[in-house]
């Protein structure tokens, strides 16, 4: 009886110095997680991939999952942060993309100045929102410039989610244009003349590498 008793006391201790081990490291683990979050303001450099859809963005997965490098392109730029849990966060990027027509290839390089509003919600993840202002540099389809683009300046939205590790972050986020923002090519080896609208303001995943300077 001794000796069971002995064993139950050593296993108790044992349990809970396991217990208290766990939770101590439950809560380094915690604090860890909130310092390691990119606090307060900051300034710094930023690029990316932009994945382009032609038209909605959902209806055309299938399509761009059969040839996924057709309409890729890429930006670079820089960025702000000002405030740390609620923060507004201005961005000023250069980018190139590119989308696929009936076999064509259309190239487009534009400015583009997101201004998004971010609350930090669980450590260092957060989500973010606003208005993207676009600018368009130049457009050319098929080795074919195209003058005739309704607006050179339009206005999208941006929304997504980012994680911000000390100077490092990552962000996926989904880009639509408020209303379409179409270039008109017309084709005169056709004889017809026939007339093509593609929308300058394609739907677009974009994701992002940022470093705080």
């Given amino acids: ?3 069971l008793k002995t064993n139950s006391n050593h296993l108790a201790t044992k349990n ?4 208290k081990l766990i939770i101590s490291a439950l809560i380094l683990g915690l604090l860890s997680f909130n ?3 990119q606090e307060g303001s900051a300034f710094g ?3 990316g991939l932009n994945y382009n859809a032609n038209g909605d963005y959902f209806e055309s997965i299938g399509d761009n999952a059969k040839h996924p490098d057709r309409n890729i392109g890429y930006h670079v730029g820089v960025f702000g942060k000002i405030g740390d849990r609620l923060y507004f966060r201005p961005e000023l990027l250069y980018t190139a993309t590119k989308s696929t027509y009936n076999s064509d ?3 487009m390089t534009k400015i583009d100045a997101p201004l998004l509003i971010g609350a930090r919600i669980l450590g260092p993840v957060s ?3 606003g208005p993207s202002l676009q600018y368009i540099l130049n457009t ?6 195209i003058n005739d683009v309704k607006d050179d300046f339009s206005m999208g939205l941006n929304f997504g989610i980012g994680l911000n590790l000390n100077k490092i972050g990552i962000d996926l986020r989904y880009e639509r244009g408020f209303s379409n923002n179409e270039a008109i090519f017309i084709d005169n080896n056709l004889g017809n003349g026939v007339v093509s609208r593609i929308d300058t303001r394609p739907d ?3 994701l992002s590498v940022s470093l705080a300077l």
């Fill in 1 to 3: 009886m001794k000796i």
């Fill in 16 to 19: 809970g110095v396991s217990k």
């Fill in 35 to 37: 310092v390691n979050a």
């Fill in 45 to 47: 450099i930023k690029a």
């Fill in 105 to 107: 290839d259309f190239s």
């Fill in 127 to 129: 989500i973010f929102g």
């Fill in 140 to 145: 050319e389809f098929d080795g074919i410039n």
């Fill in 204 to 206: 677009q995943l974009i």
